[in-house]
């Protein structure tokens, strides 16, 4: 209950009057106590490719909040900034986790970044405070997914379609727990509301969205990608 | 001459025909500038250039074809003003046909149809835009006969008629200095260019608009190597055939090597400048489109800074118009994924609170999907109005149901509570749903309250059943577990008293 850790983090997007807006909130709201609080730092901000990796391997941040459009690099965005930043540590000699934060709905972008290595996909209509718990989840290492990336995972796994895994450690597709939990996140259920649901712990929910993020990343599917680049997330 | 023009300039009636201001008033017919030369796509026959020529000229085009014709049986002369004509005009970019066929085209009502045996296919009757009372159903038939892509069988007529009259010119020309064995390799010659080029002619300059017919590019190559063969030979011993032939085809070869690196880098500069024009129409695209609906929006959204519900709603319908522009949603119409964005964007903009929809699969619109569109759409409109955001959607399409949740954050209702008079839930969501063979199911929640809804649906290529069968009851809907989050299923209790909620 009482961790009183200090989350660092690099805000990365092309946009200052974004990353102002993001910085203001942020800090306002990690100002005000909560439940389960932890203090905010924000450690740099960047704008493009080059700067940000500058920043990311100056500043060791715990968390990085990433565009997935931006300018420099090989022209990936977000995707490149987390392939020249690989191997870096924060602080706490774990590895930089990036969150991915976008407007696009495009499929390709979203699995583009998830699968250079992103732990999370949320949009930039997120609510300051949701933002604030995606920060917290994926600074312990935990995947973060929305709505519409739970969606679109259930598609490109084939989900709907009623393929589910026989054992876990199939890469290829959901098990059935799993896509139950990615069922309920699409459906908007937050973590713990899903945990309650389906009478599990949140660590549980957690473990299994990590799990699923691990597929999405490893998974040589080989729809996954051709069906990124025909469709966007709805 | 200047008085007059200004006269008539301020008249304002036929001032285009004074423009240029070359001479005195033209007739009435001309009052339109004359069309461009350019070679007609429509109405051709082998490459377009006498009925562009006949547009031009404002002479029917069966004339135009009867001369080019006629003119091409002495010396000829017709078939080379053809060729040279083809290899010069232009063709018509992607005019309008309504524009393109003026009516400076008209009509030739008595024009006589010429006899297919010695004009060869060549006045075939396939002019553009006329329309012949006497002919008119074999015109028709033929006129889509010709135009299914057997352009070649033309061609072909053609060819045999220019071999049939070379070969008549032949037998008969012992009193004319006529020199059969120069003429038939020379009309195979230029036969087979004309296979050749009708090939190029149809093919796009980046990616074939229909594909290459490769067989019409061999026959017109090995007929003009026949002909190159048959000019060389002239004279000499069957023997001999075989090395000439050898020379033929050793010249060809050499000129293509030589000619190849040209030819692919006109070819490049090509595709760059297509590509290029390509990218400047999409960015007058987009220009024009920011300019319909982003800017046209800013400025409302300046002229209404002061009320925010109004800047959010009209932000959010902007934002979704730009979605379906970049996602082009037009690919989708028509599936049940386009119809429900079209029912959440109506929620929004009738009531300006967000609703995340999330749909995995899709499937084209059916009535009973229709049904469940509206029903999700009541659901959500009740959540927008009565309970508090976020407020989500999430439909899955599966491969024996679709089913559809709709949350919100609200304080929940109590359906017993609701008045009988009031038909939103009862009849618009659970009614309309049982009537279409679904289910639908309140659920009550510690934070809000979520409507489930499912309709079982059938793969496209079944047939379906004369009537709509209830959803099993046992179908696993959602991953709830009734024993202990008490809910009620409404699917096969039509009666609402019997409805459970959750507390």
Known sequence: ???????????????????????????????????????????????????????????????????????????HGGADVIRACAGVQSGADVPVRFLALSVSDAAEDVIAVIRAGARGYVTKTISAEELLTAIGRVADGDAVFSPRLAGFVLDAFGATAGEVAEIDEELDRLSAREREVMRLIARGYQYKEVAKELFISVKTVETHVSSVLRKLQLSSRHELTAWAMGRRLL | MVALARRVGQDGTVQTAYENGTGP???????????????????????GVAAGLAEHLGVPVVAVRVVLVLTSIPFGAGLVVYVFLWATMREVGDVDPAVASTPTLSPAPGAPVADPATAGGATTPTTASTVRTQHHVDLAAMRTWLRSGNQAVVITLLGVAALAVAGALWLGGAGLDVHAELILPVVAIVIGAIFFWSQLDDTDAIGARRPVRWIWLVVGLGLTI??????LVRGTKLTELWQVAGAVLAALVGVAVLSAPWILRLWSNLRLEQAARIRATERADIAAHLHDSVLQTLALIQRQSGDAATVARLARAQE?????????????????????????????????VPVQLVVTGDRPMDEHLDALVKAVREATWNAVRHASPPVSAYVEVGPDAVEAFVRDHGAGFDLDTVPDDRAGVRESIIGRMERHGGTARIR????????????????????????????????????????????????????????????
């Open chain 2, 444 to 503: 009550r929640r510690a934070d809000g309250t979520e409507v489930e809804l499912r309709l079982p649906v059938r793969q496209p290529h079944e047939p379906e059943p004369a009537a709509t069968t209830p959803a099993p009851p046992g179908a696993p809907a959602a991953p709830t577990a009734p024993g202990t989050t008490p809910s009620t299923t409404t699917g096969s209790t039509p009666d609402p008293e019997t409805q459970e909620q959750a507390s």
């Open chain 2, 320 to 352: 979704r118009q730009l979605r379906s522009y970049l996602y082009d949603e037009d690919a989708r119409a028509g599936t049940l994924g386009a119809a429900l964005t079209a029912a959440m964007g109506e929620v929004e903009d009738l009531h300006g």
């Open chain 2, 226 to 231: 026949l002909g190159l063969v048959g000019l």
């Open chain 2, 25 to 47: 008033a033209r007739p009435a017919w001309r009052a339109t500038p004359r069309p461009p030369l350019v070679r007609q796509r429509q109405g051709k026959v082998i490459a």
């Open chain 1, 1 to 75: 209950m009482t961790d009183p850790r200090t989350i660092r983090i690099v805000i990365v997007d092309d946009h200052h009057m974004f990353r102002t807006g993001v910085r203001a909130e942020l800090t306002t709201l990690a100002a005000t106590p909560r439940a389960g609080a932890f203090t905010l730092e924000i450690a740099g901000e960047a704008g493009a490719v080059e700067s940000a990796v500058k920043v990311i391997t100056e500043q060791r941040p715990d968390v990085v909040l990433l565009d997935v459009h931006l300018p420099g690099g090989d022209g």
